[in-house]
């Protein structure tokens, strides 16, 4: 397990009593990232630079949906760096990032609801891992019960029976991990979730079994028609797969497993082609900085790009670990780009222990936003 999640997993341990608890007023509009019918961090421009194999570029628009019937509940990684233990609840410049990067692309087939949460910050992961600092169990528990209380009043306000999607990364999979297990999982309400694509942390099932582990009666998907089941998986280079000292791919626990489910080919599995959307000058200040996509070519204007072609990846279940792994098909002798970034980088020295933990949602995007729009067209059939 990842020391991100086993702090968050200790901080979870014990949840606050209610009377210690006071909830962040999510009638208010600026403890929401996105909500619908409104300017705000998911209304934004996210048109699209395809680059081609041969050099070639053309744009692709977005459009965003206008009458969905799904809706689309979201909780952000760890990138607060507020000074304290807990962030609090004002979105600065790395919220507003995750969520163009993770999260308003859904937004062509989705409502989107993504709420501020007082998450554990970076800034007390990097000291609780120097010996700076600690985190105690009511951190974790303060940052769990603030995701609790904005899903429970999207259910109250918002969701009027409407089927949902929840998506997460890392800490915020982490947060709708145990919300699943707590509030979701064998619970009238599963019947209304599409799917958990709760991404980039590790997810348990028994060995060989699709449900159990981290969830008793939903289990993982295996085709995009299939709904009340779970996405997830963690994404390392196929060149670089889990080191022994891996934070993701891994677990400790006898007879458990760490879940990969293809998000580009649930049912069999293959070694599909990739739909990435890739930040055009980096993922996140974590990464190195992205290169020209096209040598001797124009600069890159749109905030992101794909690359068609450049990208495939599958579910390897080895001595490394179970993990999703992508393989880079660069060909040095077209002009595009044969690489990618989104290995975490710190003091110039990339960290193998991390894989592309960076690009775990980015990577497969395009596969994810269309197994919500077919998980949609089945829901209720």
Known sequence: MSMIATLILAGMSGLAQPGEYTPPDYDAAE????????ED???????TTIVHADGSTETETFVAAEDPAVDCFYVYPTVSNDPGVNSDLAANDEEYRVIAAQFARFGSVCRTFAPMYRQITLTALRAMMTGEGQ?????GALAYLDVQAAFQHYLDRDNDGRPFVLIGHSQGARMLEQLVARVVDGQPVQERMLSAMLIGYNLTTPEGETAGGSFQHIPTCEGPDQTGCVIGYVTFRADAPPPENSRFGKVAEDGLDVMCTNPADLAGNSDA???AYLATRG?????????PWVEGGPEVETDYVRVPGLLTGQCIHDDAGHYFSVTVHGDPSDPRTDDIVGDVVSNGETLPDWGLHLLDVGIAQAELIGLVESQAAAYGD
């Open 283 to 291: 993922a996140f200040t974590s990464s190195a900085e992205a290169g």
């Open 41 to 47: 961090a998911c209304d934004i421009d996210l048109d």
């Open 273 to 275: 082609p990739l739909g």
């Open 31 to 38: 403890n929401w990232l996105c909500r619908p019918g409104r």
């Open 135 to 139: 985190i105690l169990p009511q951190n």
